[in-house]
């Protein structure tokens, strides 16, 4: 990385595999932007074979593109991204999304309003307009233990057992928060320069998370705003390997916790949440397959 510009700029970077429908869908919405400050459009596209790289060259010679030989992952996608930007603001995209017209406007002028906000994230809604639950707490040790005991279903307005998925959050005001949804993630530059890169440790799931974590850690506010609503599709790249993608995201957990949960205070809960989460992983991993057949 090296040093950001203050002018109010944005690179895009958008990591993608084998979802070129979708990823001509958002690249039109960004190019449609009434945003009148400089904006950097980079595509990575992880070894797609659909055809994903020729068309983002034919349709659209503007935007830069990034074709690695292997799927190298989310996180390794997005640095190569982030090792060269210089913009002010730098957008985690996924491409899967559409955005609204004056969306990017309006989150550079959110930043400027809040200058100490590291990142932002905004409303999620499906294709039917219906809200998707797109915030969540750090998933510290009490917080997935109160889940996986269904404690947070039992208590859903309860603050502390249902620390993790946040389900009294009602999405219509702007709010401080730990861990936006990284299909749409801003950080700021200033902010990225201090925290660092996405940890390569966490290929495909919880490298926003850890980047999250370590944005606060830093001194940074991480907020939410409903100003911006954007469609997204959801899990277009990880439905393409279906149960695999279970025990990824146990794998990940499980990382997560050895790095910023490692002391033995924590020991007996990461123990029965590594259990646990076996015949979760398990079960989730059998309605993945069943849901692509």
């Not at 200058?115 to 294709?127: E, F, I, M, R, S």
């Not at 990284?182 to 201090?194: I, N």
């Not at 609503?229 to 794998?251: D, F, K, L, N, P």
Request: charged letters at 20%; hydrophobic letters at 40%.
């Amino acid at each position: 990385m090296t040093g950001t510009n203050s002018d109010g700029s944005i690179t895009i970077a958008i990591v993608n595999w084998n979802t070129r429908d979708l990823l001509i869908q958002a690249l039109q919405s960004i190019y449609c932007q009434e945003f009148v400050s400089p904006l950097r459009v980079v595509v990575v596209d992880n070894a797609s074979k659909d055809g994903s790289a020729e068309a983002v060259r034919n349709r659209f010679p503007q935007c830069e593109l990034i074709v690695n030989k292997e799927n190298v992952g989310y996180a390794r996608g997005n640095n190569q991204v982030l090792e060269t930007t210089t913009s002010q603001f730098t957008l985690l995209l996924n491409p899967d999304v559409i955005l609204p017209n004056h969306c990017l406007q309006t989150v550079v002028q959110f930043m400027h309003d809040h200058p100490n906000a590291g990142a932002l994230g905004v409303k999620q809604v499906h294709p039917d307009g219906s809200l998707q639950r797109s915030v969540r707490g750090f998933p510290t040790p009490m917080g997935i233990f109160c889940d996986i005991c269904g404690l947070s279903r039992l208590l859903p307005n309860n603050r502390r057992v249902g620390s993790y998925r946040m389900t009294w959050m009602d999405y219509s005001s702007v709010e401080e928060v730990d861990q936006p949804m990284g299909t749409f993630l801003l950080l700021r530059g200033t902010a990225l320069e201090s925290v660092g890169l996405l940890d390569e440790d966490f290929p495909i799931f919880f490298n926003e998370v850890d980047w999250c974590l370590r944005c606060k850690r830093a001194g940074w506010k991480i907020f939410y705003t409903p100003d911006v609503a954007i469609i997204h599709y959801g899990g277009a790249g990880t439905m393409q390997v279906g149960s695999a993608m279970a025990w990824e995201s146990r794998r990940a957990l499980l990382t997560f916790y050895k790095k910023h949960y490692s002391s033995a205070l924590y020991l007996p809960i990461r123990l029965f949440i590594a259990i646990a989460s076996w015949p979760h992983a398990w079960l989730q991993s059998r309605r993945r397959k069943r849901a692509s057949k």
